[in-house]
C-alpha cells in the first residue's frame, strides 16, 4: 500500500554499554569504568538510536523489510529468508548475549519478493534453514530488530534480505539501485504499511587510541587496515548524502535539522563515498546504494522525503549511525 519511511540503523553492539540504566548488569558495570570520552560517545549513539527507532516504530508498520550484510549470505544472489520464525541475540566476542530478540517472518511475502526480482533480472533465491522451523539471526539483524521492538506497539512480520558475498560494489551499483527501485514498486502493490530497514555500520578502518579489546577488532578477520584519511571522509560523504536537499528547520526543536531530501543531490555524493569504500571498508555500502534506489523511485512518484542524521559517531575504529527516512504523499494509509 505504502512504504512509511526508511532507516538506517547501527548493528554494533557497544553503543548497549552507553547506556547507565540498561536493564543488563554487564552493560551497566562496564559503563561505569568507561573513560569520558567513550562513554560520551556510546551514549550519544545509544540515546539516538534509540530515538530514530522510536520515530519509526510511531509509523506503525505492519510489516518491516531489514536488509542485512551479515546474514546468511549467497556468492552473487540477494537471499531472502523463508523460515516461519527467527530468532538470535547481539552476541560478539561472548559478551551482549541478553540482547535477545524473537520474530515472525512473512514467508509469503518473501517468496513473492523473490519472483519479483527474479521477473525484474535481479538476482535472488530463497533461503530456508532447519526445514523452515526456524532461523538463526545474528548482530547483524539482531541489533536493528531490538531497537525497533524496543518501541513497537504491535508484533509485525519481517521479511529479511541478505546481502550477497559479491565485493564488487562498483560494478554492481546500477544491479543495486535497480533493486532498490524493484523494492520500492513491490512496496506499493502491497497491502501493507511498511518500514524499510537498513542494517549497516560506516568506514571501519578509522584510527583510535581505544585499548579495550572488547571495542577493537575480532583478531579472527585478521589485522584491521587504517586509513586516517579515507575513514572520516567516507563518513563525512555518507552523512551528506541523507543531508541532500534543502534544510528544515523546527523552531520547536533547533538542534535537529531535517532535509528535503533529493536524490538529484545526493547521488554525486553516493558515488564518491562508493569509489573510495574500498579504502574505508563499510559493511553499510550495499545496503546504502540499495536504499538510494529505493528512495529515488518513491521520490518519482510525486512523494516528498524528509531526511535527518540522529547521530553519528566513532566510538573506537569504526563510524555508527542512525538515519531516518520519512515519506510524505497524499496516498491513503
Known amino acids: 500500500m505504502v512504504l512509511l519511511g526508511a532507516v538506517f540503523i547501527l548493528h554494533g553492539a557497544m553503543p548497549f554499554d552507553g547506556d547507565s540504566n540498561s536493564e543488563s548488569s554487564e552493560c551497566r558495570e562496564r559503563h561505569v569504568k568507561l573513560n569520558s570520552g567513550l562513554r560520551d560517545s556510546l551514549s550519544q549513539l545509544y540515546e539516538g538510536t534509540c530515538k530514530a527507532s522510536s520515530q519509526m516504530a510511531a509509523l506503525d508498520p505492519d510489516l518491516i523489510i531489514l536488509v542485512t550484510p551479515h546474514g546468511i549470505s ?9 523460515n516461519n520464525t527467527a530468532h538470535g541475540t547481539a552476541e ?10 524473537n520474530v515472525k517472518l512473512d514467508v509469503k511475502r518473501s517468496k513473492e519478493l523473490k519472483e519479483k ?5 535481479i538476482s535472488a533465491q530463497c533461503i530456508q534453514s532447519y526445514a523452515g522451523v526456524e532461523m538463526r539471526l545474528r548482530w547483524g539483524e539482531v541489533i536493528p530488530i531490538w531497537y525497533l521492538q524496543k518501541y513497537l506497539k504491535k508484533d509485525p512480520p519481517y521479511l529479511i534480505i541478505s546481502n550477497d558475498l559479491s565485493s564488487r560494489i562498483t560494478e554492481l551499483e546500477q544491479f543495486r539501485l535497480e533493486a532498490g527501485r524493484v523494492l520500492s ?3 506499493r502493490e502491497l497491502q501493507e504499511k511498511v518500514l524499510v530497514v537498513i542494517s549497516g555500520d560506516l568506514s571501519h578502518f578509522h584510527p583510535t587510541d581505544c585499548k579495550d579489546p572488547m571495542y577493537l577488532p575480532d583478531p579472527l578477520y585478521g589485522e584491521m587496515p587504517v586509513c586516517p584519511e579515507t575513514a572520516p571522509q567516507f563518513d563525512d560523504l555518507i552523512e ?4 541532500s536537499g534543502q534544510p528544515i528547520i ?10 528535503a531530501w533529493d536524490p538529484a543531490v ?10 573510495i569504500e574500498p579504502l574505508a571498508g563499510a559493511c553499510g555500502m550495499k545496503g546504502l546504494v540499495l536504499l538510494h534506489g529505493l528512495l529515488a523511485s518513491e521520490k518519482s512518484t510525486g512523494s516528498t522525503l524528509t531526511s535527518e542524521v540522529v547521530v553519528h559517531r566513532v566510538p573506537t575504529y569504526y563510524g555508527m549511525m542512525a538515519a531516518t527516512f520519512i515519506k510524505h504523499s497524499t496516498e491513503a494509509v
Open 266 to 275: 545526493a547521488l554525486p555524493r553516493l558515488e564518491a563515498a562508493q569509489a
Open 74 to 82: 549467497l556468492s552473487d544472489s540477494y537471499g531472502i529468508y523463508c
Open 240 to 243: 551528506s548524502w541523507v543531508q
Open 92 to 101: 560478539w566476542k561472548e559478551h551482549w548475549t541478553e540482547f535477545k530478540v
Open 185 to 187: 514498486e513491490f512496496v
Open 117 to 121: 526480482f527474479t521477473a525484474k533480472n
Open 250 to 259: 523546527d523552531p520547536e526543536e533547533p538542534s535537529s535539522v531535517k532535509y
